[in-house]
């Protein structure tokens, strides 16, 4: 290989190391898991509201509204987690792929000689 070749590898190496340094799917993936929580919560507030009353009260169907919204907006932000996940997935495994290319895993290569 030569120093063109891998001067180009290594500057595509750290483009890749620096895109997967901070991981987008993981908060997304946070925000579905505390919106899913808060949304039971909620359901569960709004379920007894209905239970206790006569008539539904406002609240009750406010409560509704903003469980259904936590709802939605968990099940968006889990599939964009996927999505990017999926994405960051396979720029790891390139990433791991020019690793091995260069050599920079091999034990051997950094044993003194």
Known sequence: MNAET???LHEQLERL?????TRQSTLLFAHAGVSSV???IFGG????????S????YVAWLGLAVTLGLVIYGVVRYRQGRTVLADE??????MMELRHR?????PKALLPR
């Open 17 to 21: 190391q620096e895109a997967l340094s």
């Open 54 to 57: 006569t008539r539904a009260p």
């Open 6 to 8: 891998q001067q180009n």
């Open 38 to 40: 808060v949304s039971f």
């Open 89 to 94: 997935l396979v720029r790891f495994e390139t």
């Open 45 to 52: 507030a709004t379920a007894k509201l209905f239970w206790d």
């Open 102 to 106: 260069l050599g920079l895993d091999d």
